[in-house]
C-alpha cells in the first residue's frame, strides 16, 4: 500500500520560511518524480515544484527563487523549503509521486502566510 505522509505546514509570518517534509513508502521511490503542488480555494492544484529521478528539478515561475525541493532517495523523502514567503502562498501544500503509470497523492498540509 502506497502512503505519502506531508507535514510541516503552518502559519508563518509574510517573510518568514517553512519545510514541508514528505515521507513515501510502499513504492520504489527512485523510480517517481516527486512533486509538490498547492491548491488555493476554489482553483485547481498547481504544480509548484519537481524533483526527477536523478534529482534534475523545476519550479513554477512564482516560487523560483525562493523555494528549493530536494529529494533523499536513501530516505524515501522529498523536502520543499519555503523561504521569503508571502500571502498569496497561502494555500494546501500536497506532495506528489508519478510515473507515466501511476500518479499517488499524500493529503494535503496547509501553508497560512498571514501578519
Known amino acids: 500500500q502506497v502512503e505519502l505522509v506531508a507535514s510541516g505546514g503552518g502559519l508563518v509570518q509574510p517573510g518568514g520560511s517553512l519545510r514541508l517534509s514528505c515521507a513515501a513508502s510502499?513504492?520504489?521511490?527512485?523510480?517517481?518524480?516527486m512533486r509538490w503542488f498547492r491548491q488555493f480555494p476554489g482553483k485547481q492544484r498547481a504544480l509548484v515544484a519537481a524533483?526527477?529521478?536523478?534529482?534534475?528539478?523545476n519550479y513554477a515561475d512564482s516560487v523560483k527563487g525562493r523555494f528549493t525541493i530536494s529529494r533523499d532517495n536513501a530516505e524515501n523523502t522529498v523536502n520543499l523549503q519555503m523561504n521569503s514567503l508571502k500571502p498569496e502562498d497561502t494555500a494546501i501544500y500536497y506532495c506528489?509521486?508519478?510515473?507515466?503509470?501511476?500518479?499517488?497523492w499524500g493529503q494535503g498540509t496547509q501553508v497560512t502566510v498571514s501578519s
Open positions: 524533483a526527477a529521478r536523478r534529482g534534475i528539478t
Open positions: 506528489s509521486a508519478f510515473t507515466p503509470q501511476y500518479t499517488y
Open positions: 510502499g513504492l520504489t521511490f527512485s523510480r517517481y518524480v
